[in-house]
């Protein structure tokens, strides 16, 4: 890099002087061209020191991704209209669904998934026509879109909420009932936990190890700590395997749960990308929310003491997608260097996972005791 602006400026300068022009132009490329080899000698020498954290330019490419992934696993679906039945039928917050003739609700299969806020029901003996007979009813306050399609010759009826809520099903001999209860209504506290990248995205690559694949082994540590904790905190995880959420799905589940706190867990590398002596814990904030920059600290706080790495400092993190467009507590954690050897080594260990893990469980609950 530094080299190669030198042997630019240098022609240039030579053939400036073949031609003979004005010294004072002169003067200008050469002063320009000392600027430039002493900015690049200032970049190259930073850039070891530099953490890459995100750049935007990565960011754009992780998103991309992740929307192409999330746009393949769409189906094509009708839409299908509720019959408004809210509070003065007793339903508010509920959906009622009717069974149809001859099906029992023990064979009606629901699956949740919260990140998507998205509820798939699948009924056998039904069609659109059906549901022209016997809508949904219900209250619609809670519900972004209602929709049907046939799917391996079964009825699948998708609910998409508007927040994330908490599903409870019951059934009579008439009807499937979903009550949706918001987390706040569930839970004393409720953590959002993303483990970052995943799927076709990996984050940084060092020797083999791939950062997504530490951030998610560091946050199933943590999910066995809180299933394990007497607290009644509800903690909802953008992933838990090798998918790869889109970045406004991550926040949007921090956003739409009305979440107390967003931890997202990353790792860290050199803006050269070399390994290098550069070492230790770094926790981005939102600089425009001084709940996010103390939170960060807390975080910084607990996980270095409980895992004994350098404290690196609080980041300023606004460039971030997820932590500008949180709109609760968020702090992203950088737990450590994947381009120094000993960091490295120590990450991809369980041991050091499940350290970490449990300083960002201490984190959580200072925070709680802190007022968050
Ligand atoms: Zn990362």
Partial sequence: MEVSTTEISTTEISTEKSTEKSTIEEKTLRLASLFLVLLSVAVCVMLPYLPSLYTREVEEREKRLAEEEFAQSQVAMQDLEIKEQDDAAGMKGQLRIRLPEGVDGSSIEVNSDYVTQTVRVEIPGTDMAYFDSYPVTGDSNYIDTLSYTRQGGEGVVEVVTNQVYELRTEYDSQYYYFNFLTPQEVYDKVVVIDAGHGGRAPGATKQGVNEKDIDLAIVLQLQKIFEESDENIGVYYTRTDDSNPTFDQRVQLANKSNADLFISVHNNSTGSGRMSG??????????????????????????????????????????????????????????????????????NSEEYQRQTAQGIYNAVLRAFEEGY
């Fill in 278 to 347: 550069t070492k230790g814990t770094q926790v981005m904030y939102d600089e425009t929310s001084g709940e996010s920059k103390a939170f960060a600290q807390i975080c910084l706080e607990e996980v270095t003491s409980e895992i004994g790495s350098v404290d690196k400092g609080l980041v300023e993190g606004d460039e971030i997608y997820i932590i500008r467009t949180s709109e609760v507590p968020v702090a992203l954690i950088e737990v450590g260097f994947m381009t120094n050897r000993e960091e490295l080594a120590l990450l």
